[in-house]
């Protein structure tokens, strides 16, 4: 009996131990959900998500809809409501896991203990990006923004690579 106790503690504890950085395996089951919110300047309210699956399926949603961001979002009723506009591309596994593969190395499942709100360092943004990610069973997501440099830059990028900004004329003005 003890020696099963002990066996369960140092799992738990090893698990804890655990290194962030891996070698990425391709899966179906891989995905990776970044979002960015604007919060000032002339794109305040609106939202990006891109959605990355391991099987090369991306989604990308655009608008000032809280269904760009929260696919549970029910205020029907809201002026915003119908603004959520989406674009679905495939990519080829070696670029799914290319992409995948640099999120870890830039730190996607390090665990950080501090949020940016009791940060007094924490940059001012005009955006503020949140990723959410399960790649081989290891999981990450958290409630504040994303302030590491390093992997905020590799999220930037990422949202670069899929995300071709709609001309202004069509985008709906904010009051």
Same mark, same amino acid.
């Given at each position: #009996?003890?020696?099963?106790? +002990? =066996? &369960? /503690?140092?799992?738990?504890?090893?698990?804890?131990?655990?290194?962030?950085? $891996? /070698?990425?395996?391709?899966?179906? &089951?891989?995905?990776?959900?970044?979002?960015?919110?604007? #919060?000032?300047?002339?794109?305040?309210?609106?939202? =990006?998500? /891109?959605?990355?699956?391991?099987?090369?399926?991306?989604?990308?949603?655009?608008?000032?809809?809280?269904?760009?961001?929260?696919?549970?979002?029910?205020?029907?009723?809201?002026?915003?409501?119908?603004?959520?506009?989406?674009?679905?591309?495939?990519? +080829?596994?070696?670029?799914?896991? !290319?992409?995948?593969?640099?999120? /870890?190395?830039?730190?996607?499942?390090?665990?950080?203990?501090? +949020?940016? $709100? +009791?940060?007094?360092?924490?940059?001012?943004?005009?955006? $503020?990006?949140?990723?959410?990610?399960?790649?081989?069973?290891?999981?990450?997501?958290?409630?504040?923004?994303?302030?590491?440099?390093?992997?905020?830059?590799? &999220?930037? !990028?990422?949202?670069?690579?899929?995300?071709?900004?709609?001309?202004?004329?069509?985008?709906?003005? &904010?009051?």
């Amino acid at each position: #009996m003890i020696l099963v106790a +002990s =066996v &369960l /503690v140092l799992a738990g504890c090893l698990a804890q131990w655990e290194n962030p950085y $891996f /070698v990425v395996k391709p899966s179906g &089951l891989n995905w990776v959900i970044i979002r960015q919110h604007y #919060m000032t300047g002339p794109m305040a309210g609106y939202h =990006v998500k /891109v959605s990355i699956h391991g099987n090369g399926t991306v989604e990308v949603s655009e608008g000032t809809s809280a269904l760009v961001s929260n696919s549970f979002a029910y205020n029907t009723k809201s002026d915003t409501w119908g603004d959520n506009h989406k674009a679905r591309t495939t990519i +080829s596994e070696e670029e799914t896991n !290319m992409i995948f593969q640099d999120l /870890v190395n830039n730190g996607l499942f390090v665990k950080r203990e501090r +949020s940016i $709100f +009791s940060e007094e360092s924490a940059p001012i943004e005009n955006a $503020f990006i949140y990723v959410s990610a399960n790649i081989q069973n290891k999981t990450t997501g958290s409630p504040d923004p994303v302030t590491d440099p390093d992997l905020l830059d590799s &999220l930037k !990028m990422t949202i670069a690579w899929f995300y071709q900004p709609r001309p202004a004329s069509k985008k709906p003005t &904010l009051n």
